[in-house]
């Protein structure tokens, strides 16, 4: 221990310190949960990242590393090998990472072992030093950066699962993009998602594996299982294309999104907000026509899903103005985009599948619920190719059909179901057994009183009856 070194080092969790402290100024830090509180926040480093600073504890770990230890340096190691070594993108075992270099400096310390040649640690700042990556963990998850222009729109999804919201982007994509057909009979359709989509999917799943990544081995098993590490290495090989251009893997890339949201042990976990920003004019086709620049805008967190339609309605309206009209059943209208209306339709046609098309006594729900099948396929009429930015000529209809179809949702969801009616049925007879109980009794008590030599002979009868039928042959004595 007694090598010279540019700053103060004394034992490994010195360097562990350094190279820490490095890394959360340049890369930024990762500080919630996947339940969305505080936890303990680990750097988010990119893969380069990564195998500079596990060169610096490596070999020590393989000299004097007690077994459980080098176990769980195994796991972190063959985590790693699996990625490109010049990959500049977030690592997925960031989480696991950064806890095992904990416990190891700790382990290092303990068994008193040489702190690393110089030039390793060196080596890993100039890494944690470089322009790539740096800031990237101070924007939202699924963002990616532009070089120029502004967005015309964000949307902000929350789900309480990854499932959830692996089916929520399935269905916004299939409503903005159209859809694919013929992929299998597991998954007949997949949407179609252009290469700036699916970049920034790829980008945000990855991060909520880095999240729940407690564990090395647990992150390796959900890659291996999903083919998640395959599927993204093909995406990040489109990431100098042009992000309008429709993805050509989409089928594979869908497939295995979904395997990993929805069926690996991670699915009940729950995701961080996804935020999806609409192409911008740097990313437009050239011929396109150019569109207009607004504010973003974040679908709103309502009480009731009536209340959410009216204030999407009101923030869309100081968004892009609004036109008055008369004679229908509501008095102003947005004037809401091509681009607007497919996001609105895949928000509300979702919403009417979590919570089913009517409740079991509703016999008024079909005209509501054709008006906004009708509005949803008017949209989706709409070609590919339409300017996103271009007001949509049928606003009218499309609003009167929302409105309308976010009070059946919200009615759908307060009504009880069969079950729950049947359930407080019979909760509220057996409260009420006691009092019914009483009340007969005192019913048969007053009839007594008032005849009682009418009841006392009726007694008497039946007790006559039954000792006819309860008497038996005595049988005869042999001699």
């Known amino acids: 221990m007694s090598e010279s070194y540019p700053f103060s080092v004394q034992s490994w969790s010195d360097v562990y310190q350094i190279l820490r402290a490095k890394a959360e100024a340049t890369r930024g830090v990762v500080s919630q949960s996947p339940d969305g509180t505080v936890s303990s926040p680990f750097p988010r480093t990119t893969v380069r990242d990564a195998f500079a600073i596990a060169l610096v504890f490596d070999q020590a770990l393989t000299d004097h590393a ?19 070594e010049d990959s500049e993108h977030s690592y997925v075992g960031n989480r696991s990472l950064w806890e095992t270099l904990a416990t190891a400096a700790v382990e290092l310390d303990r068994r008193q072992a040489p702190l690393p040649a110089r030039g390793l640690i060196d080596g890993a700042l100039r890494e944690l030093s470089t322009g790539h990556g740096a800031d990237e963990g101070h924007k939202a998850p699924g ?98 294309a042009p992000a309008h251009e429709t993805y ?166 307060d009504a009880p179901t069969r079950w729950q009616l049947a359930k407080e049925a019979g909760k509220q007879a057996l409260i009420d057994l006691p009092q019914r109980l009483t009340s007969a009794a005192r019913d048969v008590l007053g009839g007594v009183l008032a005849k009682p030599l009418l009841y006392a002979g009726i007694g008497l009868g039946g007790l006559a009856i039954a000792a006819l039928v309860l008497r038996r042959p005595v049988p005869e004595s042999k001699s």
């Open 66 to 84: 007690s077994g459980q230890v080098m176990a769980r340096w195994i796991w972190e190691s063959d985590l790693l090998a699996g990625e490109p």
């Open 143 to 240: 963002h990616r950066a532009h070089t120029g222009g502004s967005a015309l729109l964000m949307t902000v999804f929350s789900e309480p699962t990854w499932k959830a919201m692996a089916i929520r982007q399935l269905e916004f994509f299939r409503a903005l993009r159209g859809e694919i057909r013929g992929g299998g009979r597991h998954l007949p359709a997949v949407p179609c998602t252009r290469n700036g989509d699916v970049l920034a999917l790829a980008t945000y799943w990855t991060d909520q594996l880095a999240r729940v990544g407690d564990e090395a081995s647990n992150t390796f098993h959900r890659l291996l299982y999903s083919a998640w590490r395959e599927v993204v290495h093909r995406v990040m090989r489109v990431e100098g």
């Open 248 to 413: 050509s893997h989409n089928y594979e890339f869908w497939s295995a999104m979904l395997l990993l949201a929805t069926q690996s042990d991670a699915c009940e976990a729950s995701p961080a907000p996804w935020l999806f920003q609409l192409p911008t004019l740097s990313d437009a086709p050239r011929n396109a026509a150019a569109v207009d620049v607004g504010p973003t805008l974040d679908f709103p967190a309502a009480k009731t899903w009536d209340e959410a339609a009216q204030m999407q309605r009101d923030a869309f309206s100081k968004l892009r103005g609004e036109d008055q009209v008369v004679g229908r059943l509501i008095a102003r209208v947005p004037r809401t985009t091509v681009a607007d209306v497919r996001q609105l339709a895949a928000y509300w046609s979702n919403g009417l599948a979590k919570v089913g098309e009517h409740g079991f006594a509703d016999v008024s729900y079909r005209h509501v619920v054709d008006r906004w099948r009708a509005a949803v396929a008017e949209v989706d009429r709409l070609p590919l190719t339409a300017d996103p930015s271009s007001t949509y000529a049928n606003n009218t209809n499309f609003w009167e059909a929302l409105m309308t179809i976010a009070i059946q949702v919200a009615v759908t969801a």
